[in-house]
C-alpha cells in the first residue's frame, strides 16, 4: 500500500511539473496563428453562424486570457462552433504560443495577424 501511495503521489508530482512546463513562444506561433487572422485579423468582423457574433481583436490582449478562452472552447464552456472546433485541434503548447503571441502585439492594431 505505501509503494501504491508513494507512486500515486510521485505521478501526480510529475503531471503537475509538466503542466507548468508549458511556456508560449510567440515566434513559434507565427505559423499557428494562420487560421485566426480569416476573423480575428478583420477590424469590425461579424461572423453570422449560429447568431452575429462580434469577433474580437486579439492583439494585446493578456495571454492568460487568451490560454483561458481557447481552454474553455476545448471543454465546452464556450460554445461557438467554429471555436470549439478550432481549439479541439490545439495542444497545449499551440494554445501558450498563441496567447503569448496575440500578447505580444499591439492592442487595436492591424498587426495582430502574421508578421
Do not use: W
Not at 469590425?44 to 472552447?73: C, D, H, T, W
Request: a positive charge.
Amino acid at each position: 500500500m505505501k509503494k501504491l501511495l508513494t507512486m500515486v503521489v510521485l505521478g501526480a508530482a510529475a503531471t503537475a511539473a509538466l503542466a507548468q512546463e508549458v511556456k508560449g513562444n510567440g515566434d513559434a506561433a507565427k505559423d499557428k496563428v494562420a487560421m485566426c487572422i480569416g476573423c480575428h485579423g478583420i477590424p469590425g468582423y461579424r461572423a453570422s453562424f449560429p447568431e452575429v457574433y462580434e469577433v474580437p481583436m486579439l492583439g494585446g490582449q493578456s495571454a492568460k486570457y487568451i490560454e483561458n478562452a481557447l481552454k474553455g472552447y476545448q471543454k465546452g464552456d464556450r460554445k461557438h462552433p467554429t471555436m470549439r472546433g478550432i481549439a479541439a485541434t490545439l495542444t497545449d503548447q499551440d494554445i501558450a504560443d498563441v496567447a503569448a503571441y496575440y500578447s505580444q502585439q499591439k492592442a487595436g492594431s492591424q498587426n495582430n495577424t502574421l508578421k
